[in-house]
């Protein structure tokens, strides 16, 4: 059974040479039986022309946070694809070159300490960390004799911004968060 939650980051924007802080606002499109909310944007803060490397790590205020509610018996996929620089939306041809990673906590609770990097871009993890591992026979489909429980999981973001000298104005960039069950 394959269904399919899509997040997309649209229009990643920095100001730069703004005196206000700068936040990347997510927008959450969902598809599927799974349920999203988005409960943190991500905020760089004041970015400047000349800046160098700004960081938002693991465990920082600024991560952006979202929570993925679902069967709690299913396995998810879920994979963080974005460019590798935010560009110019005028007619500047400057860039900002960016990362961003991702961790996740599914025992039930927003806890950046129970948090587990994603490699590559990608991870698979259970809805719910079951301590026996992973499951056995697969899950009993919902019906109206059954209700499958759920479960939230939570996703962290977070990554860096490596500011030279540069025109200001806005930058974005597209960025696909895609959380499917398995």
Do not use: W
């Not at 996703?155 to 930058?171: E, M, P």
């Amino acid at each position: 059974m394959l269904k399919h939650l899509t997040y997309l980051i649209i229009a990643l924007a920095i100001l730069v040479n703004s005196t206000l802080a700068q936040v990347i606002t997510f927008s959450v499109h969902v598809s599927s039986s799974l349920n999203a909310t988005k409960d943190q944007d991500m905020d760089f803060g004041t970015i400047i022309s000349g800046t160098g490397l700004t960081e938002i790590n693991l465990g920082d205020a600024g991560m952006g946070v979202f929570a993925i509610t679902g069967n709690e018996e299913m396995d998810v996929i879920v994979t963080l694809t974005a460019p590798a620089n935010l560009i110019h939306t005028g007619a500047s041809s400057d860039v900002i070159p960016f990362t961003l990673n991702f961790a996740y906590a599914n025992k039930g609770v927003n806890d950046i300490n129970q948090a587990v990097t994603s490699t590559g871009g990608t991870a698979r993890f259970q809805m719910r960390e079951r301590e026996s591992g992973p499951a056995g026979a697969p899950p009993t489909p919902p019906s109206s004799h059954h209700t499958p429980a759920e479960a939230t999981a939570y996703l962290y973001i977070y990554g860096t911004l490596n500011v030279g000298n540069i025109d200001a104005g806005t930058y974005s960039a597209d960025v696909d968060l895609e959380v499917i069950y398995d």
